[in-house]
């Protein structure tokens, strides 16, 4: 997993304690997502270290309809954000809503929050398409000088998906998830191994592949 760097890391000590006081704020309020979407595009700029009006641009075109905001590095959209109101529980309809942006669009990386809750969504361009939750931040729940929430809130910014840190982290959770790990200990040469210790703690003992 990508680490964050310094100079990324003191904005970050900085900044999220000050947005979680506007978010805990907004969310006493119950703003509507209008002004959910206008915190957001702070955060992205401030926390996350995108010029909001070059980099972040709102009511990206989709098929006719619209999707929140879209990431754009270099021309070249990066990820896409479907915003709800900060009070709104994030639901199914909700993630569909999002997923279905990306996938009309290409774009394999999608966003949904309301704030407080970001979920980070991997889309799968096979048949049929399919997606993966890859991250979820709470904002308000981020400690601003643990290096490892940095690390959470750094796969969002620029200056890691520049690097391309949220593949390394999609790759790392891949390479360490239950299924995986099933797959490698079923491999012949990890079987021999258990084998081998087995019969060395039970003299005698008969294990096949099966067991």
Not at 172 to 177: A, E, I, K, L, T
């Amino acid at each position: 997993m990508a680490k964050t760097p310094k100079k990324v890391s003191e904005r970050l000590t900085k900044e999220i304690r000050r947005f979680q006081l506007v978010l805990k704020k907004a969310k006493d309020r119950d703003v509507n997502e209008s002004d959910t979407v206008t915190i957001i595009t702070d955060i992205l700029s401030n926390v996350f270290g995108f010029d909001k009006y070059t980099e972040v641009t709102s009511e990206h075109p989709v098929r006719g309809t619209f999707c929140d905001l879209a990431i754009k590095l270099d021309g070249k959209i990066k990820y896409l954000i479907e915003v709800k109101a900060i009070g709104m529980s994030l639901k199914e309809n909700h993630l569909r809503q999002a997923l279905n942006y990306g996938a009309n669009q290409g774009i394999p990386w999608v966003v949904l929050t309301n704030g407080v809750n970001w979920d980070i969504y991997k889309i799968k361009f096979e048949q049929p398409i399919s997606n993966e939750l890859v991250c979820s931040i709470n904002f308000l729940e981020l400690n601003h000088r643990k290096q490892e929430d940095h690390d959470k809130v750094f796969l969002l910014c620029k200056e890691g998906i520049a690097n391309a840190a949220i593949e390394e982290f999609h790759t790392h959770v891949q390479s360490v998830n239950r299924f995986m790990i099933g797959a490698i200990i079923a491999t012949e040469p990890i079987l021999s191994a258990v084998r081998r210790e087995l019969r060395r703690v039970s003299p005698g003992l008969k294990v096949n592949n099966d067991e």
